[in-house]
């Protein structure tokens, strides 16, 4: 059974603002330990998440070996003030703030620092995200202050711009990665980041009349023209459903996911993309660990 390469276990599938409100008064455990129940009871043994405010990522590290997965955490996410990502994390002002967010998290016991550069897509209009993201100079410089610290780097990144930059700065993977273009395609493909393009955010609101269909559609099939398109190149390409997100089950997301996934890539490709998706997994277990 493949992994889960991005999940959220703060949230939890239904209502983002429900879920977090029931750890505002300290970690409920029992929250957390049904959640990897279902994961157990799958056989999901490998479970990297994207980090929380809330300390429910790092209470979740200590439980996780009893039910024998494999979890991986930046323990918060860090976002620039004003930007996207207060959901998930800690916000940096300048430089020298994130340097510090990156040593907290270091010294938190996180696995792998995560950054958020740019914002999310607005699935009722194709082609716009709710914000532009941060200039290049910044999302470079992010990337190597964390490397130079020891840490690999997991980046929300949606895009061009964004992820372009962030990939030449030598990203280790790249979560979501919606509207990428050709030559950037090409660029993954030919570097040593690896793609987590989480369809199930998408795919899975389609008939859910929170959204016009078309628009989510047209985003969903977007992404998977880009993944099909990468895989052909050879892009490193991994399983993760961005479980806890909306209509995104913990468990279920990740069976979810690797339908999309086939859907992307032709189900007689099927073979060649588990062989890539284990790849990536592989490289994850053994790149992204403090
Ligand atoms: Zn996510």
Redesign the pocket.
Known sequence: MLGEC?A?IIMNGKNYKEAVALHKDGVREEVIRAHFRTWKEMGITFVRD?GDALGVSRRAKALALEYGIDYRTPIFAIHKKGHYGGIVGHAFSDLKEYHSLVLRAKKEGADFIKIMISGIMSFDAFGVLTEEGLPEHEIYEMIRIAHGEGMAVMA?GNGDRQVRAAIEAGLDTL?HGNYLEQDTLDQLARSRTIWIP?LSPTGNLLGCGRFPDAQVRRILERQMEGISYAFEKGAVIGLGS?SG?YLVPHGQGLLDEYEWMIKAVGKDRETALQKRLEEAENRIKKEMKQ
Do not use: L, M, Q
Request: aromatic share 0%; charged share 25%; proline share 0%.
């Open positions: 991005h959220h994207g929300h979560e989480t961005d997100a």
